[in-house]
């Protein structure tokens, strides 16, 4: 299955890819990730990408692009793929049409108000990149990654005033995109407000899959 993730940053993509990983056995590809990875690996693409990220703005159509074929062509993703934040723009959705058939394009719907209350508690893990929320969905040891054992930090662009910027980028140059799967006959929507299992219970039920 070729299952793209769309929604708001914060609207839980990242926590509904690793539950449908779960179910499906398919790896999830986080651009976000990938960029991050790059960006602290100090490469040259890295050093590109640090202003826009940090500043809340999208990095390049043609960077982001690069690194998901590279991504895509790995063994693991032979079976499909959720891709989580990504295309993020119209050219990036059309681009992806022009390398594989999606299968499914799945809008987690969450309000702003929700999602600036959200990011205010999220805590992200520096080393494996698994994310957590304080009240909701806390790791079994206070600041300490479950997975990874590592130190549990805030994202710098997860900052108030960053949240605000990357929401009015999500209206602008990603939400065209619901309405263009939607006109294609891919979009199924799930309302994302209130608790994860909730979520995850209205995502199983879009999969057809077993909880
Ligand atoms: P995320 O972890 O998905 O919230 O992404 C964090 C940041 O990475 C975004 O605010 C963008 O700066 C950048 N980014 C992630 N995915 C994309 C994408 N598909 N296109 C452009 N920029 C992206």
Do not use: W
């Amino acid at each position: 299955m070729r299952l793209i993730l769309l929604g708001a940053p914060g609207a839980g993509k990242g926590t509904q890819a690793e539950f449908i990983t779960a179910k499906l056995g398919i790896p999830s590809i986080s651009t976000g990730n990938l960029l991050r990875n790059a960006m602290s690996h100090g490469t040259e693409l890295g050093n590109q990408v640090k202003e826009a990220m940090e500043g809340g703005h999208l990095v390049s159509d043609e960077l982001v692009l690069q690194l998901v074929r590279e991504r895509i062509s790995q063994p693991d993703c032979q079976k499909g793929m959720i891709f989580d934040g990504f295309p993020r723009t119209l050219a990036q959705a059309e681009a992806l049409d022009k390398i594989m058939k999606v299968d499914m394009a799945l809008f987690i719907h969450v309000d702003d108000e929700v999602i600036i209350k959200r990011m205010g508690g999220r805590r992200t893990c520096p080393e494996c990149q698994t994310t957590y929320h304080v009240e909701s969905h806390p790791p079994k040891r206070e600041g300490i990654c479950d997975k990874c054992g590592a130190k549990l930090g805030v994202r710098d662009d997860d900052r108030p005033e960053v949240v605000r910027e990357r929401l009015s980028v999500y209206h602008k140059q990603t939400e065209p995109i619901v309405n263009y799967y939607k006109n294609k006959g891919l979009l199924r929507t799930v309302e994302g407000a209130g608790a994860v299992e909730e979520t995850s219970a209205r995502v199983a039920e879009a999969l057809g899959v077993q909880i």
